[in-house]
DNA sequence: AACATTTGACCGTC
DNA sequence: GACGGTCAAATGTT
């Protein structure tokens, strides 16, 4: 991997040491149950998007900034941001790269893809030169969290369904990893409500299973659910929503952890038990095969997959 | 009412 | 002085 391509991934590792060490330090000294997690919240996040880079193969920015001067701490604590007549000196020292985004026609009028965080639009300029004006988006939780992650985006002058990207800054608030750990706790109905309100999730997948049915059946809606099938049992999914993250056709259903107590053994019993505990159904006895599957990325969803099974 | 977007003005850099 | 990035008031949306 070229150098350029290195600079945000070691960024990441090194805010993941950075806030390992911070732990290491609280060690010693008492500490809030609250200040833990946030620190291995934010160790966590920076290994995903460490991961996730590697696994996207984003194409960073060329331009010649040292280690140094992205290091964290002049990124978020500088006293002089207030003063908006020191903004233009920092954008220097600034974390900056790029990633291009094709998009298909007709789906995106005003710009790419959620990249799972919340952002405001502050600014469109016309470049020159450019076809199309370029946008300027800040962190959503700016004023609340401090966050100063900043986005441009700009569509492609040589294929406009390409939008390319810049990031500057790198995210410290914890929208993300705080979004997802509210869907594990919410209780179902609320879970729900939150579904509704933002149909499409990014959730980071480390690795999971592969389920085909292997005789007597024609799709998966028969091995995991027979009972919806055959009779009027009500559907015992409760194990599941609390369980797995759907990705499925007829065919293969794909189950994969997102429950960060649960191991991979638990993941594999309980698609065993469930397929098992159907003793009601004809097709209790159905054979099924389970393969272990590899992922290490994120991956974006709709939750309307998940109400086929709701 | 609260929040998001638009857009002209302003400011620092080159 | 041109250009790019940001601010902030006005406007739109939910």
Known sequence: METSRKRPLINELTQGKELTNQLKDYLDKPMSAETCELLVEGILSSYEKALSMLNKGIAFDESPISFGEISPTTEVSDPVDSDSRNVFKKRKTDAKWS?????????????PLNDGYSWRKYGQKDILGASHPRAYYRCT?????????TKQVQRSDEDSSVFEITYRGRHTCMQATQ??????KTPKK???NIQEAKPTQKMHIEHGFCLKPSKGVNTCEEVLFPSFLFDSTPIETEKLENLFYLGCDSTTFIAFNHNLQSSDSDLSEMINSTTNSQTNSPMADVGFSLDYVD???DILFDITDLEKFA
């Open 141 to 149: 939780h700016r004023n609340v969290q401090g966050c100063l992650a």
């Open 179 to 184: 979004l997802s750990k509210a869907l594990e």
């Open 295 to 297: 992922f290490h990325g």
């Open 190 to 192: 609320e879970k729900e």
């Open 99 to 111: 990633e291009q985004v094709k998009v298909c026609s007709g789906t995106m009028v005003e710009g």
